[in-house]
């Protein structure tokens, strides 16, 4: 990725940072007028560094595959202790479906260490690739098209492979949490195939580390109140909190040092 200037290069790690960014966010945080950031976005997105939306932009196709890398390697200590947590509400013998995310991959191999003769269902070759070292359990991936930049299946054969089965659980990760508890993503394909596992699971878990709250992002998921619990690192807004104690949500909380709590 050649940037040909280092106001490109600050634009760049904002929007790797926070997923989808405003012009008028980045313009302020830089210290230009918008038109200034509109022409530089234009430009990165002709060299297919950045994804223009209307009114901002996300990383474009040729940095996706860093970018999956750069979100594997990021609050890893923090995955994998809310990772553990979720495997703790997991019982053996379940059946669940795993969507995309490495937050996700976090719990497979969570799952992997310490539950039995589980059915798992994924559009993600790294989650199947994870699972199938446990010969107790059935794995089983979607049809669909493979997303080169992070192993994530989507397409029409991927609902359709979804909706012919009743899961007990579904664990789903989200890009951002906003603070009205609207659950966004930015590929619209990869949504609509984690509703269809909402809608198929008996019980449905929210993952999600504390730098996806408050973030934006294009594509509505759902909203937090459609979970049946919430597995986070930090605690959430107070008014965050306050709309899920109305629905019914519950959230449990892994520190640093992995201790669990429940609320």
């Known amino acids: 990725m050649n940037l040909s200037s280092p106001r490109h290069e600050k634009i760049v790690g904002l929007i790797r940072e926070n997923g989808f960014m405003s012009i008028e966010e980045l313009a302020k945080q830089l210290d230009v007028t918008p038109q200034t950031i509109r022409r530089d976005i234009n430009q990165l997105s002709e060299e297919k560094i950045l994804r223009r939306y209307h009114g901002g932009a996300t990383l474009g196709?040729?940095?996706?595959?860093?970018?999956?890398?750069?979100?594997?390697?990021?609050?890893?200590?923090?995955?994998a202790h809310i990772a553990e947590m979720i495997a703790e509400h997991i019982p053996d013998d379940a059946s669940i479906f795993l969507s995309i995310g490495t937050s996700v991959e976090a719990v497979a191999k969570a799952l992997t260490q310490t539950r039995k003769n589980l059915t798992i269902i994924t559009n993600n070759i790294h989650v199947a690739s994870i699972v199938s070292v446990r010969p107790d359990y059935t794995i089983m991936i979607t049809s669909g098209v493979v997303r080169p930049a992070d192993g994530g299946i989507t397409g029409v054969a991927t609902l359709d492979f979804i909706n012919q089965f009743k899961a007990d659980y579904a664990i789903i990760s989200v890009a951002a949490v906003e603070t009205d508890g609207s659950l966004l993503d930015f590929d619209y394909k990869e949504v609509c195939v984690a509703q269809a596992m909402m809608e198929n699971?008996?019980?449905?878990?929210?993952?999600?580390?504390?730098?996806?709250?408050?973030?934006?992002?294009l594509?509505?998921?759902?909203?937090?109140?459609?979970?049946?619990?919430v597995f986070t690192d930090q605690t959430p807004t107070d008014s965050l909190h306050n709309r899920m104690d109305a629905a019914g949500v519950r959230c449990f909380l892994a520190n640093d040092e992995g201790l669990r709590e429940g609320s």
């Open 219 to 229: 594509v509505r998921l759902g909203h937090i109140s459609d979970f049946n619990a």
């Open 61 to 79: 196709s040729s940095v996706e595959h860093e970018d999956y890398f750069f979100r594997k390697s990021k609050l890893q200590s923090e995955k």
């Open 201 to 217: 699971a008996r019980l449905k878990y929210l993952i999600a580390d504390h730098s996806k709250f408050g973030r934006n992002a």
